[in-house]
């Protein structure tokens, strides 16, 4: 099984809807990350957790929201979808426990395009 | 803030080697981390630099020189399967999270 899964990992939507991503992990880590990634642009930071009482903005997080259920659950909402947020949506986690350096593993990503 | 800047494409040829570097600046630095990813896939991690040098893995190693605000990353004996978008990106000390460049597309051909 995946440490990281994503659902769903493709969705069509119309303007206007409301969307909810979401990631799951089996890793035991305490941190998640919410990225978006456009041709040309890499990735950009959408909200980050360090843990389940804490969120955080990123670069890019005006017309998103999140939600940290747990610490194997964060989940990402776009309140009403608008079509440039059609992107690749990536999910992430890392463990700055111990000796880690912090390194962050990526779900499969989501395929998102509102029309 | 944070700058992060590498090629937007490389070709090369298989069996040989291919150097990407990799420019930032950045407030705060705490580590610089390489990523490939293969197109519509998920990024996974490559190497790991915070000080000054040379990491080797491989086929790859990794090159830091913070001073400079550099890094690269060095594939030896290209293989077909290294065609993948290759992502620089540095961890700063405030938010302790990643900046990612927008990553260098290399083409390895026969």
């Known amino acids: 099984d995946a440490d990281v899964t994503q659902t769903p990992r493709n969705r069509i939507t119309k303007t206007g809807k409301r969307i909810m991503l979401e990631c799951s992990q089996t890793?035991?880590?305490?941190?998640m990350y919410w990225y978006r990634q456009d041709p040309g642009l890499g990735l950009r930071l959408i909200y980050y957790?360090?843990?389940?009482?804490?969120?955080n903005k990123g670069e890019i997080s005006d017309g998103y929201s999140v939600s940290r259920q747990a610490q194997a659950k964060f989940s990402l909402s776009l309140e009403s979808a608008i079509p440039n947020q059609t992107a690749l949506y990536f999910c992430?986690?890392?463990?700055?426990?111990?000796?880690?350096?912090?390194?962050?593993?990526f779900g499969p990503g989501t395929r998102l395009t509102v029309l | 803030g944070q700058n992060i800047d590498q090629p937007t494409e490389m070709t090369a040829t298989e069996g040989a080697i291919v150097q990407i570097n990799c420019t930032y600046q950045?407030?705060?630095?705490?580590?610089l981390f390489w990523y490939q990813q293969h197109a519509g896939e998920a990024p996974t991690f490559l190497s790991y630099?915070?000080?000054?040098g040379l990491e080797e893995k491989g086929r790859f190693s990794s090159f830091l020189s913070r001073s400079k605000g550099y890094s690269y990353l060095l594939l030896k004996e290209l293989q077909m399967k290294d065609s993948a978008s290759y992502l620089c990106?540095?961890?700063?000390?405030?938010?302790?999270?990643?900046?990612f460049g927008s990553g260098t597309r290399l083409q390895v051909q026969p």
């Open positions: 992430a986690t890392s463990d700055l426990k111990g000796s880690s350096t912090d390194t962050q593993y």
């Open positions: 890793k035991g880590h305490d941190r």
């Open positions: 957790s360090f843990d389940v009482k804490d969120i």
């Open positions: 950045t407030s705060g630095f705490n580590g």
């Open positions: 630099n915070v000080l000054d």
């Open positions: 990106a540095v961890m700063d000390t405030g938010r302790r999270a990643l900046t």
